[in-house]
């Protein structure tokens, strides 16, 4: 095996282990996959127990890497960050330089 391909097979297992590895990058885990190839989207790999609904348990989990806190996504005050709450906190941050 020539040193470029042991480097791409080295760099290709380094990301498929990624997500296994506690990697947190939102854009990475969005384009996570289920072994049968589906996408799963970050919140819906946050929310642990299935409800659509983010607890601060929860969130604190899913968001280690980011520098938010939940008081800045759950919007409405309710204790909870929805599905709606999280995709404008995501489509806001986007929107910033």
């Given at each position: 095996?020539s040193?470029t391909?042991a480097?791409?097979a ?5 990301f ?13 885990l969005?384009?996570d996959q ?22 601060k ?10 520098q938010i806190?939940?008081a800045e ?5 309710d204790?909870k960050v ?6 404008e906190?995501?489509k806001?941050?986007k929107?910033?330089?």
């Amino acid at each position: 095996m020539s040193k470029t391909s042991a480097l791409a097979a080295t760099l290709a297992a380094l990301f498929a282990a990624a997500p296994l590895l506690g990697v947190a990058n939102d854009d990475k885990l969005s384009r996570d996959q289920t072994p049968t190839g589906e996408h799963v989207p970050v919140f819906n790999q946050i929310d642990s127990d299935g409800n659509g609904m983010l607890d601060k348990d929860e969130f604190a989990r899913g968001t280690t890497a980011e520098q938010i806190t939940f008081a800045e996504v759950d919007r409405d005050g309710d204790g909870k960050v929805s599905r709606q709450e999280w995709d404008e906190h995501k489509k806001i941050k986007k929107q910033q330089p």
